[in-house]
């Protein structure tokens, strides 16, 4: 199983401030089965990036992923009030789907 | 739009069997180039996938869950239901259902259902 890790688990920043969100995983994935969530409190996971790097439909282009391999990077270029939440990273491999333990983006 | 909706019981004793279903609106189950999942949530934990569902009718478990869960789909009511045997209180969750949408530029869990709060308890 491939075990996907995140970091940092708690990122406290600013409105306006450049967040990254890091995931990496225990051995390599495909960039095609790397995705993103966004997940508020009360709420079901919003997908955000799949692909890697393509931003799903209806979100913001401050919304970008990169990496490949075993590491991938979540950024979102200038924090507005409603991005702060939990994020998680997913990927699809042969024992099926896993989720990193998610990072939790809180207002500084 | 396509919208999911799980319904099932809220409540379930220890040693039963939990079963949940999602109803899929405003698209069908049968359309090609999609799966159908079960996703569960412990309060104040992570996201663990459960399993799979294709509409033709074959399956793919987590390998650590695979002896007690079983997926299957109604395509007449467009809709895919779960059953979880032998429960204890480590199922206690928020349970989702999802599709899974496969691109030529990637794959993901694009539609969720609201989720349903599943407590077991005696």
């Known amino acids: 199983e491939i075990v996907l890790t995140q970091s940092p688990g708690t990122l406290s920043l600013s409105p306006g401030e450049r967040a990254t969100l890091s995931c990496r995983a225990s051995?390599?994935?495909?960039?095609?089965?790397l995705a993103w969530y966004q997940q508020k409190p009360g709420q079901a996971p919003r997908l955000l990036i799949y692909?890697?790097?393509s931003r799903a439909t209806g979100i913001p282009d401050r919304f970008s992923g990169s990496g490949s391999g075993t590491d991938f990077t979540l950024t979102i270029s200038r924090l507005e009030p409603e991005d702060f939440a939990v994020y998680y990273c997913?990927?699809?491999?042969?024992?099926?789907?896993?989720f990193g333990q998610g990072t939790k983006l809180e207002i500084k | 739009q396509l919208q999911l909706q799980e319904s099932g019981s809220g409540l379930v004793k220890p040693s039963q069997t939990l079963s949940l279903t999602c109803a899929v609106s405003?698209?069908?189950?049968?359309?090609?180039?999609?799966?159908w999942s079960w996703i569960r949530q412990p309060p104040g934990k992570g996201l663990e996938w459960i399993g799979y569902?294709?509409?033709?009718?074959?399956?793919y478990y987590n390998p650590s869950l695979k002896s007690r869960v079983t997926i299957s789909v109604d395509r007449s009511k467009n809709q895919f239901s779960l059953k979880l045997s032998s429960v204890t209180a480590a199922d206690t969750a928020v349970y989702y259902c999802a599709r899974y949408m496969t691109t030529v530029v990637g794959d993901a869990f694009d539609i969720w259902g609201q989720g349903t709060m599943v407590t077991v308890s005696s």
């Open positions: 692909g890697a790097s």
């Open positions: 051995q390599s994935v495909s960039s095609s089965y």
């Open positions: 997913q990927q699809y491999g042969s024992s099926g789907y896993t």
């Open positions: 569902i294709y509409h033709s009718g074959s399956t």
């Open positions: 405003g698209g069908s189950i049968s359309s090609g180039g999609y799966s």
